[in-house]
């Protein structure tokens, strides 16, 4: 009943998920099977969100309850820790404070549950249960593919072909992403996007190349220019902590 309820999470019928989660809990106290109590109600905190349902919690184990921010999903989710910390499972804990965190909007507690997460080597994004997990990975505007056909992410929508008036423009970002963060001047910029060509333009070029990139990753300018490029007058450096980057995020895994 919890994979279903899983399931239905990820499907997006928040409704059927509860249904699920619901049964589990009711099983689970019927059984006296504490982790399995622990994990429906860290599904039922899912499926509910920031709104809550208008009865209560369920008597959740810890007597969590009331109107604690993040309405009762966030309840459900603190009683979930508890369970989770008496039992003794510090990954099922951190999970169910990191989606606790989102719910409630703490950022500095939700970063702090990913770092938790992170040193139990676990994936934020695959430790949180359903829709908690959509809003973990999908918190970054932009996004980078490079492992197989190279694009551009914005909202998990892939940037067009012709939204790019040039080809160049796309290689230095392909430059700064292979860069992985680390600045590269503009002088070897330059010459690695034309080599063996009269330096004296070059500066120009680059740096019309550089505003294409930016106006393709913020088109409607809602960020200073240097939000996700920064510049100055020696290097040029992709800001990876507002731009995420696939191989960047498989080889963190992968360590």
């Known amino acids: 009943m919890c994979a279903a309820a899983e399931v239905e999470l990820r499907a997006g019928d928040?409704?059927?998920?509860?249904?699920?989660?619901?049964?589990?809990?009711?099983?689970?106290?019927?059984?006296?099977?504490?982790?399995?109590?622990?994990e429906a109600l860290e599904l039922r905190g899912a499926a509910l969100g920031p709104g809550g349902e208008t009865r209560g919690a369920g008597g959740g184990a810890g007597g969590a309850g009331g109107e604690a921010p993040g309405?009762?999903?966030?309840a459900l989710l603190r009683s979930a820790i508890e369970l989770w910390d008496d039992i003794g499972n510090p990954v099922g804990a951190a999970r169910a404070r990191l989606g606790c965190s989102i719910l409630t909007g703490d950022e500095p507690a939700a970063e702090a549950a990913r770092r938790e997460l992170a040193a139990l080597g676990v994936s934020p994004a695959?430790?949180?249960?359903?829709?908690?997990?959509?809003?973990?990975?999908?918190s970054r505007e932009v996004a980078i593919v490079t492992l197989g056909r190279f694009a551009v992410l914005r909202a998990g929508e892939a940037v067009p072909l012709a939204a790019w008036q040039s080809r160049k423009a796309r290689d230095l970002l392909k430059l700064l992403v292979a860069r992985r963060g680390h600045p590269?001047?503009?002088?070897?910029?330059?010459?690695?996007?034309?080599?063996?060509?009269?330096?004296?333009?070059?500066?120009?070029?680059?740096?019309?190349?550089?505003?294409?990139?930016?106006?393709?990753?913020?088109?409607?300018?809602?960020?200073?220019?240097?939000?996700?490029?920064?510049?100055?007058?020696?290097?040029?450096?992709?800001?990876?902590?507002?731009?995420?980057?696939?191989?960047?995020?498989?080889?963190?895994?992968?360590?």
């Open 126 to 138: 695959v430790g949180v249960p359903g829709l908690l997990a959509s809003k973990v990975t999908g």
């Open 14 to 38: 928040s409704a059927a998920a509860g249904g699920f989660a619901r049964q589990a809990e009711a099983e689970a106290r019927a059984t006296d099977d504490r982790a399995a109590l622990a």
């Open 184 to 255: 590269v001047t503009r002088e070897a910029a330059a010459e690695a996007m034309w080599p063996e060509e009269d330096p004296e333009p070059l500066g120009n070029r680059l740096s019309v190349a550089l505003s294409i990139i930016r106006r393709v990753l913020d088109p409607g300018r809602r960020h200073p220019p240097d939000h996700y490029v920064v510049a100055d007058a020696q290097a040029i450096a992709l800001r990876l902590d507002r731009a995420g980057v696939d191989l960047i995020d498989f080889l963190r895994v992968a360590d």
């Open 71 to 74: 309405g009762e999903g966030a």
